[in-house]
C-alpha cells in the first residue's frame, strides 16, 4: 500500500510535464471547438412538451368531373389554372344522333296524341249512339205520344246522325293530321338511315384502303360491304314508308271531304224531318232488336273508352321518351359542381369519349389540408380536433389557424420493408391538419410547410 501510495505523485509529474510540453497551436484550435458548441447549445430552441413539431405539404382533395354520357368533346371552356364557380358551363359534348331520336320522339308522340283524340271522338259518338238506342228501345214499348214521339225520335236521329257525321268529320280530320304525322316520322326515320348509310360509306371506303393494304382480309371488307348495303336498304325503305304515308294524307284528305259532305246531308236530313214531324206515322218495333241494339251501343262505348285509355298510356310512354332524351342532350352541358380550380385537363376538344370519362379535374383551395407524419412513439400524444398552427415558407411570422382532422387508422414504414427489429423506430402515422384561411389562399396545394401541434 505504501508503495502504490508513493508512485502517484511521480506520474502525476510526469503527467504536468508533458502537458505542458503540448504546442501552444494546438491548444488554440481546441479552445474555438469548445466555444462553438457552447454557443450551439446556447441557441438551440427549448423544447416545448405541449407542442408537437410536424412538417409535411399542403394538399388538398382533387374532384374529378366525368362525362355523363359519350359522344365528341365540342369544347372545353377552362384552362389549367383557371378558377370555376359551381354552376359554370365548363365543356360540351354532342351526338349527331340524339337530335334525330329527338326528332323521332316528337313524332311518336304527336302520333299518340292523335290516338287520343280520335278515341275521345270515338266514345262521343257512342254515346249518341247509346242515346239512339235508348230512344228506340222506349219508343218501341209503346210510347203513348205515338206519331209525335216517332217524329221527335227522327229528329233526334237526324241530329244524331248530325253530331256522328261531325263527328266522322272530325275524325277524318284528326287522320289527315295522323298521315301527316307519319309523313313527319318516315322523313325523319329516312334522316336517320342516311345517317347511318354515310357512316357506313365511310367504314366500307375505309375497309377497301385497308384491304387494299393487307391491313384486313376479304371477310372483314365484305362484312363492311353487307353493312352498308343493310344500310342502303334502310334509307330505301324509309323512302318507301314516305311515300306511302303521303299516299296516306291523300287518302285522309278526300275521307275528310266525303265526311263533310256528310255533315251537309245529315243538316239537310234534320230539317226535313222537322218538316214532316206531324205527318209520320209510329212505327212499332221489336223490344228485344231495340234492347240489343242498346247492348251493342254500350259495349261499343266501353270500348271507345279502353281505347283512349290506351291512347293515354302511349301519350304518357312517348313524352317520357323524349323527354329522356331531352335529359341526355341537357348532359351534355357539364356544368361545375363546386368553386374551384382547374388541376388538370386531360381531354381536348374533339376527343370522342366513354360515360363516365374524366374531362376535368377540380380542387377546392379553401379546403386545403396539411398532409404530415408522426412519430410511432409519440403518435399517442395526438388526437383528432387538437387545434394546431401550420407555417409557411413564405411567411413563417404568420402562422395560420388549423386542426387535427384525421388519424391514419395503421402505421407506414420508412423505408417500406424493414427487416430489423431497429428499423421499427421508423414507423410513422400520417396525420391531415386543416387549415383555415381567408380568401387570400396563402396555403396552396403543393407548398411545403411546418406546423405546430397545441397538445393541451
Known amino acids: 500500500m505504501a508503495e502504490s501510495t508513493a508512485g502517484v505523485p511521480e506520474v502525476l509529474e510526469q503527467g504536468e510535464k508533458q502537458h505542458r510540453k503540448l504546442p501552444v497551436r494546438l491548444l488554440i484550435p481546441l479552445a474555438l471547438i469548445a466555444v462553438g458548441i457552447g454557443i450551439w447549445r446556447l441557441t438551440q430552441p427549448t423544447v416545448n412538451p405541449n407542442v408537437m413539431q410536424v412538417s ?24 389549367e389554372g383557371d378558377t370555376v364557380k359551381a354552376g359554370q358551363l ?9 337530335p334525330e331520336q329527338l326528332r323521332a320522339a316528337a ?54 246522325q248530325l253530331a256522328e257525321a261531325q263527328a266522322q268529320a272530325e275524325q277524318a280530320k284528326a287522320q289527315v293530321v295522323q298521315a301527316q304525322a307519319q309523313v313527319d316520322q318516315a322523313k325523319a326515320q329516312e334522316r336517320q338511315a342516311r345517317s347511318t348509310l354515310k357512316r357506313a ?122 323527354a329522356q332524351i331531352q335529359r341526355r342532350i341537357e348532359s351534355f352541358k357539364v356544368k361545375s359542381p363546386i368553386n374551384g380550380v382547374v388541376q388538370s385537363r386531360p381531354v381536348e376538344p374533339g376527343a370522342v369519349v366513354a360515360t363516365g370519362k374524366t374531362l376535368l379535374t377540380l380542387i377546392n383551395p379553401q379546403a386545403v389540408y396539411l398532409r404530415g407524419f408522426i412519430p410511432e412513439g409519440d403518435i399517442g400524444k395526438v388526437a383528432v380536433g ?12 404568420r402562422p395560420l389557424p388549423a386542426k387535427v382532422t384525421s388519424i391514419d387508422p395503421q402505421a407506414s414504414f420508412t423505408p417500406e420493408n424493414t427487416y430489423f427489429k431497429n428499423d421499427r423506430v421508423r414507423q410513422v402515422f400520417g396525420v391531415k391538419l386543416a387549415v383555415m384561411q381567408s380568401n387570400r389562399l396563402l396555403a396552396k396545394p403543393g407548398m411545403p410547410a411546418d406546423a405546430e401541434i397545441l397538445l393541451k
Open 201 to 322: 360509306q365511310i367504314s366500307r371506303d375505309r375497309y377497301a384502303k385497308l384491304l387494299a393494304q393487307g391491313a384486313v382480309n376479304q371477310d372483314q371488307f365484305e362484312q363492311m360491304q353487307t353493312t352498308l348495303e343493310t344500310a342502303q336498304a334502310a334509307v330505301d325503305n324509309a323512302q318507301a314508308a314516305i311515300r306511302t304515308a303521303t299516299a296516306g294524307v291523300a287518302t285522309a284528305r278526300a275521307t275528310q271531304s266525303a265526311r263533310e259532305s256528310a255533315v251537309r246531308a245529315a243538316q239537310t236530313q234534320i230539317a226535313a224531318n222537322q218538316g214532316s214531324l206531324e205527318q209520320t206515322q209510329a212505327t212499332a218495333f221489336n223490344p228485344t232488336i231495340r234492347n240489343q241494339q242498346l247492348e251493342a251501343a254500350i259495349q261499343q262505348k266501353q270500348q271507345a273508352y279502353a281505347r283512349l285509355g290506351a291512347a293515354q298510356a302511349k301519350v304518357k310512354n312517348a313524352l317520357a321518351a323524349q
Open 56 to 79: 409535411g405539404r399542403i394538399e388538398a382533395d382533387e374532384t374529378d368531373i366525368g362525362a355523363k354520357t359519350g359522344g365528341r368533346v365540342s369544347a372545353i371552356a377552362v384552362q
Open 386 to 397: 387538437m387545434k394546431a398552427k401550420v407555417f409557411l415558407d413564405s411567411s413563417p411570422d
Open 90 to 98: 365548363i365543356a360540351e359534348i354532342t351526338d349527331e344522333e340524339v
Open 107 to 160: 313524332a311518336q308522340a304527336a302520333a299518340a296524341r292523335q290516338e287520343e283524340q280520335q278515341a275521345k271522338l270515338d266514345i262521343a259518338v257512342a254515346e249518341i249512339q247509346v242515346l239512339e238506342a235508348q230512344a228506340s228501345l222506349q219508343q218501341s214499348k209503346g210510347d203513348v205520344r205515338g206519331r209525335v214521339n216517332q217524329a221527335e225520335a227522327n229528329v233526334a236521329t237526324a241530329q244524331g
